[in-house]
């Protein structure tokens, strides 16, 4: 059996990425209204009643913003840490509600997954690594700074999405007012290119296929930007570091 992913849109409006291991399909965060995750979904070959689970990263309105309104039409179990659970709308079916600890391994069917915890400015972040056993892809989208935890989580797998959120430079010189800048380029704000490269490099990557960036702000960053820095970091050409866009997220891989 393969370990497939592939993101349905990557940004600051809207993200949702799919793990599949056989029969097995789990989305990670839904930052999209009922009808786009649905035609996004139809994209890449899915239909809404292929999905085992949704885990949920954190309560911002582009991880969380579309879950409970797409979980609760399709009676989709979804996972999440009780800080993150707090932002659930209350009338939300307690029935589909499964409690994750941020240090605590967990499976839902085929795919063993490991919740950890990340600085971000939200109650109780987590972001998360998958594996069928054989191949493992880390995630971590939306993380102000790297911690030794991280790197642990992340080193020696076959998969990465790494958040390239911004280029420092441009979003210090960029139109945002100065608190949102502070907020964006802070310790519980969001990885710029220079630091996701950082965070690479500090990676065992002797069995890395994938190297993705994603996150990436449309106002402060570019694509080749974020390639030129992720390719720097792993010593590879840029022509091989996957952008994730808002758009499109990016196509179906193996890890
Ligand atoms: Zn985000
Ligand atoms: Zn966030």
């Known amino acids: 059996m393969t370990l497939r992913f592939t993101s349905l849109g990557s940004g600051s409006s809207g993200n949702a990425l799919v793990v599949e291991s ?22 890449a070959g899915l239909e809404s009643c292929d999905l ?11 991880h969380l913003g579309g879950v409970a309104r797409f979980a609760r039409r399709h009676a989709i179990p979804v996972y999440l840490t009780r ?23 967990f499976a839902i069917e085929a795919l063993a997954i490991e919740p950890f915890p990340v600085p971000h400015d939200a109650r109780e972040p987590v972001q998360f690594a998958f594996s069928d056993g054989a191949a493992r892809l880390g995630v971590v ?7 030794q935890h991280v790197v ?22 960029g139109p945002y007012p100065v608190g949102l800048k502070q907020r964006v380029a802070g310790r519980f704000g969001h990885l710029d290119n220079t630091v996701a490269g950082q965070l690479v490099e500090s990676l065992e990557r002797s069995r ?5 960036a ?13 390639r030129r820095a992720l390719a720097r970091a792993a010593g590879c050409e840029e022509a ?16």
């Open 22 to 43: 056989g029969k097995t399909r789990v989305m990670m965060d839904c930052g999209f209204t009922i009808a786009e995750t649905q035609c996004r979904l139809e994209r």
């Open 141 to 147: 989208t939306d993380l102000g700074c790297i911690t």
């Open 208 to 212: 890395l296929k994938h190297l993705i």
């Open 152 to 173: 642990d989580k992340l080193t020696g797998c076959e998969a990465l999405v790494i958040e390239c959120n911004h280029d420092l430079d441009m979003l210090m010189g």
């Open 52 to 62: 085992a689970g949704i885990v949920v990263t954190h309560e911002h309105d582009d």
């Open 240 to 255: 091989w570091i996957g952008v994730a866009t808002q758009s499109d997220g990016f196509d179906w891989r193996e890890a």
């Open 214 to 226: 994603a996150h990436l702000s449309q106002q402060n960053n570019t694509p080749q930007l974020a």
């Open 83 to 105: 800080g993150t659970a707090q932002s659930l709308p209350e009338d939300f079916p307690a029935v589909l509600v499964r409690y994750i600890d941020s240090h605590t391994p």
